[in-house]
């Protein structure tokens, strides 16, 4: 409910026309990455989308420096941008990028499960929740152009795309690690990895938290293509083509043949996965594992 209303509140006041640049004012033309103008981006503070309607696609750019933390507004505002694409028949695909250099997304951000009420992280986890369903089960072609490292929250959001494009760079891991900070992967990540990687390689990745270098990442089939960093964004256009070039209809069908029985599990059971979360994440001994690990990511900078 209240995801909702944020949700309504945000749309009206965040999906403007967006430009980039100091000084820029909407509706004006606006420089974007890799050159060029950018006459039709929108989005919101946190997400850039650049449309291409006429080839069909828009490129969602995740900024939410330093490290694209999956925090409750960052959510709310990709929900909000993925909403107005799908909702728009001139778009059949999108490709999800990070504009925070080397990074992907470092996942759920640890401060909205940290030192906060019930309330709170029952709101956070129906959002999480949220982002994923929509992503999981969009009628759009979704591929990553994975350009950094892509941890637990992160992995998932590229596993719940159709296709993935990692770049290739040692420091580019991927991969569910969450027993490493001494909390458990949900049903519904643990299912996604499984329908990904096969049962074994997902068994071994989970309890080991393993987080995959690229060559490994594409040995185990967690990301379907690794090339030079600086073709991560063509390869991802040039895939594309082959994935559009499918009647929508079938392969739309043929998705949701695919994903709906993985959906449907955490679908029947919504409100209580979030009673469990909000009870597993209360726990002071989880409380004081989160409290660590942020802790020692402070410590590793000095
Ligand atoms: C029954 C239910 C069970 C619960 C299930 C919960 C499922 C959880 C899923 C998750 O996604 S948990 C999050 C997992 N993420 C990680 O383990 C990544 C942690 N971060 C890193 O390893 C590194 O930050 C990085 C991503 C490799 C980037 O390294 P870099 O050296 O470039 O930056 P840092 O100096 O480490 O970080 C900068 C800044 O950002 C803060 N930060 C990093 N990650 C997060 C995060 N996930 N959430 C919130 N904040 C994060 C970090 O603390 C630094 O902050 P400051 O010190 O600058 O204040």
């Given amino acids: 409910m209240a995801l909702a209303v944020g949700m309504r509140v945000l ?33 919101s503070p946190r997400v850039l989308v650049e449309p291409d309607p006429a080839a069909g696609f828009a490129v969602m750019k995740m900024r939410n420096p330093p490290v694209n933390s999956l925090s409750l507004e960052f959510l709310t505002e990709m929900l909000i ?40 992280y029952a709101e956070y986890w129906k959002a999480v929740q949220e982002l994923w369903l929509r992503f999981y089960l969009s009628h759009l072609v979704v591929i990553s152009a994975i350009n950094g490292v892509s941890p637990a929250g992160g992995c998932l959001l590229a ?7 990692l770049a290739d760079n040692p420091k580019y891991a991927i991969g569910l690690n969450e027993t490493l900070l001494g909390i458990v992967a949900p049903f519904w990540f643990k299912d996604t990895l499984v329908n990904t990687v096969g049962h074994r390689v997902a068994e071994r ?34 895939v594309l083509a082959q994935w559009l ?7 739309q069908l043929t998705k949701t043949l695919m994903r709906k029985p993985t959906a449907d599990r955490l679908l029947k059971e919504r409100d209580a996965d979030i009673q469990n979360f909000v009870r597993f994440i209360s726990r002071d001994a989880i409380q004081k594992a989160l409290r660590t690990y942020l802790e020692k990511l402070k410590q590793k900078k000095s």
């Fill in 11 to 43: 749309t009206r006041s965040l999906l403007r026309p967006w430009v980039r640049g100091p000084g820029a004012t909407p509706g004006r033309t606006g420089p974007v990455a890799g050159g060029g103008d950018c006459v039709r981006c929108f989005g």
């Fill in 81 to 120: 941008s993925l909403e107005k694409l799908e909702s728009d028949k001139a778009f059949h695909a999108i490709i999800i990028t990070s504009d925070c250099p080397g990074i992907f997304s470092a996942g759920l951000d640890l401060k909205e499960m940290c030192g906060r009420d019930p309330t709170h």
């Fill in 159 to 165: 596993l719940s795309s159709d296709y993935r494009v």
């Fill in 205 to 238: 990745a989970l309890q080991l938290g393993l987080l995959f270098p690229p060559a490994e990442a594409l040995r185990v089939g967690m990301v379907d293509q690794v090339v030079p960093e600086d073709q991560v964004q063509s390869a991802a256009r040039s």
């Fill in 245 to 251: 070039a499918i009647p929508g209809h079938a392969r």
